[in-house]
């Protein structure tokens, strides 16, 4: 995680367009987090479509916003968007619908997760995501009543230079070997009983703080404004 900090900024030190403040600079004035490559990737590693639209119903696939490409097998780990994922609406429940979308996944080699998860992990990282873009959404409700300056948003979306992109493939990369649930760098055990669960619910609730969300309802603000 340290190496993320210091691209971070390295790469943003100069970003911002020439006459406004240096991104470093912008991130401080909002006082987002100084590791806000990791939060932001974290919340936006897995996003589609659908959870685009938590935020703009406008959204659709011409959206800008990195994430890991569910087809683990293709030669680019990062797609430049958040895909299409339709959910069914087979039950009656949101919350069905989307374990039958996970279920019925399972095996496939575009689940978005590869061999190593279990279907109780499958189940707890694709609900987590869900819980934690509710949750970011009640936090960018708050953004839109005061949005950031547009210099911000310049910096934000310089996914490239800003370590975001970066920590995104990180999460595609661990997808190889094992189930990255944070981008902290820590083993993770695999999800068994209650003890295993304990320890996989502190880790996720790391990115549930005021600063992590703040970072990432930012981000999506700028992503999605002009949709």
């Not at 030190?13 to 991130?27: D, S």
């Not at 780990?77 to 069905?96: C, E, G, N, R, T």
């Not at 703040?214 to 404004?225: G, I, M, S, V």
Request: hydrophobic share 40%; with cysteine; charged share 15%.
């Amino acid at each position: 995680m340290r190496i993320f900090v210091a691209l971070l900024f390295l790469g943003v030190a100069n970003a911002a367009p020439q006459g406004f403040p240096p991104c470093r600079m912008l991130f401080q004035m909002y006082d987002m987090s100084p590791n806000l490559n990791e939060t932001i990737a974290h919340a936006i590693h897995s996003m589609t479509v659908q959870g685009l639209r938590l935020f703009n119903p406008k959204a659709t696939v011409a959206n800008g916003i990195p994430t890991v490409n569910h087809n683990l097998q293709s030669v680019e780990k990062v797609l430049p968007y958040a895909p299409d994922d339709p959910i069914s609406h087979d039950f009656a429940s949101s919350a069905m619908n989307i374990l039958d979308k996970i279920l019925s996944n399972i095996g496939q080699p575009n689940d978005g997760l590869g061999p190593n998860w279990s279907s109780v992990e499958r189940i707890a990282h694709n609900f987590h995501m869900w819980d934690l873009w509710l949750r970011t959404r009640v936090v960018y409700n708050e953004i839109t009543l005061a949005p950031p300056r547009d210099e911000l948003c310049s910096c934000l979306l310089d996914t490239a230079g800003n370590g975001i992109l970066m920590a995104v493939q990180w999460v595609a990369d661990h997808y190889k070997s094992g189930t990255p649930i944070t981008l902290l760098n820590r083993p993770i055990p695999k999800l068994t009983d209650a003890t295993t669960w304990a320890v996989w619910k502190d880790r996720l609730l790391h990115y549930y703080t005021e600063r992590a969300l703040k970072d990432a309802a930012t981000y999506l603000y700028c992503a999605t404004k002009d949709f």
